[in-house]
């Protein structure tokens, strides 16, 4: 009887989990020229307007590459950081630590508004290249993160048999240490693809109206139109995002992301 | 754990703190132009009138307004009964958790994460549709014969939206302090005669609450500083800390104000979550459920 109870319960959590992402796709679907659930008929003309709509199709483009950008710069800097963190001891690294855990503690919404002062104070112009740089700020500190856990799970002593067999520091790198750090820098990457790609709270304070990313775009179109373009938006990032996720849970597992391993003790 | 097996490496023997310093050299750039910087302009600014001279201005402004102080409470009260909500929910949640097969738990951490991992814009858009007019639940409700009732734009369409992204940061730090609880404990206690409720009272409870409490802090931070839910599902009428940040900086354009209540908002918050770890620690953590 309490067995039964908590499935029930646990089938209650789960459908009010993913009770948005479920009625964004399924009303996509509808003929009706505003958004209702459960939708009526079926049509894809949803998604045909979504690619006639050409702010939108611009700021998928501005989106990806940005996102591109932050994914492969998170995964370089999260290495070169991550193995200095490890293995070295240098000036300020007890500062550099302390400040890579309080970026997870500052809020979103105040580092986008320091960033949007201190650019102007700089006479920055807002570009696809500062929203580069304010999307590291959110995505280095994850792929660091990652980066020190298969570090913390490699054999020194394999390191120290290639070396002690006359690899070049070179090569130990290549054959013995990278290959550690793969998965979480594979991981990584792709989470900071996500985090950059749906980034709204630091984007709104960066953007222009030329220049607006493909959230910041939804989030101005909501404030006008109702109409279901934007579930069909919402299900195509939903798939996006599933991909990633994928990828992601493949190589180094979503829990650990956020600093929690679903295996552990057992 | 990074300082062993170092010196007796031997296989460089120039200063190896330069290059560690040199790998790490990126990270330093972008974290002291994109962070340090940008968090010590906006804590100059503050402190600034429009014009830039000194004043205390900004904070008296804040302060001695009735009506910002309401939108500080408000917004701390929406972060606690958020916290209180995802501990309702994700307590039972954890627990069954904790009885199945490592496969099912990853399943159903990844269930969790879910919203993390969706884009908040598309998220809160999903729950002003779950909860609109032509939603599911007014249809269920017109079923049953109830005249829905306005269920956007209000504190409980903003609990709703920020349960269900924070209940993850809730439910794994609870599993932690679960699984670390001896499991042969339970049992022993069921043998010498305690009933079930009791056990739980007296064991599962109090050991879990490391975990309770870790998360509890996690929630009622990141829902204080939280913007995109609370501003899609609650719009103007709930007043939170984070919508008055963005509505100074982008429509008054009054940034040495916006730049005040953005650092006022992670004083208050850093400031109790220290203020409720030091309270822990003098009870020592486990002995609060007692």
Redesign the interface.
């Known amino acids: 009887m309490i067995r039964l109870l ?2 029930g ?2 089938c209650l ?2 459908l ?6 479920l ?2 796709v399924a ?1 996509s679907l509808t003929t009706t020229r ?5 939708p009526q008929g079926f049509t894809l003309r949803w998604y045909a307007e979504v690619f006639r709509k050409e702010e939108f199709l611009s700021s998928f483009v501005l989106s990806v590459g940005v996102a591109l950008a932050a994914a492969a710069v998170s995964a ?3 290495l ?2 991550g ?11 007890a500062a ?1 630590e302390g ?2 855990a309080s ?1 997870f ?7 986008g ?6 650019f102007a ?1 700089m006479g920055l112009a807002s570009s696809p290249f500062t929203l580069l ?2 999307h ?2 959110l995505t ?1 500190p994850y792929t ?1 993160r990652l980066v020190l856990a298969g570090l ?1 799970g490699l054999d ?1 002593s394999a390191e ?1 048999a290639a ?1 002690g067999l006359g690899a070049a ?1 070179f090569l130990v790198f290549w054959h013995v240490t990278l290959p550690a750090v793969r998965g979480p820098l594979i991981g990584g990457a792709f989470f900071a693809f ?1 985090t950059s ?2 980034d ?2 630091v984007a ?2 960066v953007v222009t109206t030329d220049l607006q990313t493909l ?1 910041v775009r ?2 101005n179109y ?1 404030q006008y139109d109702y109409d279901p373009t ?2 069909a ?2 299900t195509l ?2 798939l996006f ?1 599933a991909v ?2 994928v990828v992601i ?1 493949r190589f180094v ?3 650990k ?4 391993d ?5 | 754990m990074a300082a062993i097996g170092r010196v007796s490496d031997g296989t460089l023997s120039r200063p190896r703190w330069r290059t560690g310093l040199l790998l790490a050299l990126p990270a330093v750039v972008i974290f002291g132009l994109l962070f340090a910087a940008p968090l010590f302009t906006l804590v100059a600014n503050s402190f600034r009138t429009q014009t830039g001279a000194f004043t205390l201005s900004n904070y008296e402004r804040f302060l001695g307004d009735p009506f910002y102080r309401g939108v500080l409470w408000n917004t701390l009260k929406v972060a606690a009964m958020t916290t209180i909500g995802c501990l309702l929910v994700g307590y039972p949640f954890a627990l069954y958790m904790r009885g199945r097969s490592p496969r099912v738990r990853n399943w159903l951490a990844l269930l969790l994460l879910s919203p993390l991992l969706i884009s908040m814009v598309i998220r809160a858009y999903g729950w002003l549709v779950v909860l609109g007019p032509n939603g599911p639940v007014a249809a269920v409700l017109k079923w049953v014969g109830i005249t829905p009732p306005q269920l956007l734009y209000n504190d409980t369409a903003v609990l709703i939206g920020m349960i269900h992204v924070m209940l993850a940061y809730m439910v794994l730090p609870l599993m932690g302090s679960l699984d670390r609880i001896d499991p042969t404990l339970v049992p022993a206690a069921r043998g010498l005669g305690a009933p079930g409720w009791t056990c739980f009272w007296r064991i599962t409870l109090p050991l879990s609450a490391p975990g309770m409490l870790a998360g509890a802090m996690i929630v009622f931070s990141l829902t204080a500083s939280s913007f995109v839910t609370p501003a899609i599902l609650g719009g103007p009428k709930v007043k939170l800390m984070p919508y008055f940040v963005y509505t100074q900086a982008t429509t008054t354009l009054d940034w040495p104000y916006a730049a005040a209540i953005g650092f006022i908002l992670v004083v208050v918050t850093t400031g109790l979550l220290l203020g409720y770890a030091r309270l822990l620690r003098r009870n020592n953590g486990d002995v609060v459920f007692q």
């Open positions: 908590g499935t319960f646990a959590v789960g009010f989990l993913i009770a948005p992402v009625v964004t009303s505003y958004v209702t659930f459960p370089v800097v999260g070169a950081c193995l200095a963190i490890h293995r070295y001891r240098f000036p300020g690294r550099l400040v890579l970026a503690a500052v809020p979103t919404i105040v580092l508004i320091g960033l949007l002062q201190w104070q740089l304010a590291l700020v280095v660091v913390a020194r120290k070396a520091p996500i790609f749906d709204l709270t709104l304070f959230p939804i989030f909501m934007v579930t938006i919402g990032m939903v995002a990633a996720v849970e597992g979503v829990a992301l956020f600093g929690a679903t295996e552990q003790n057992r």
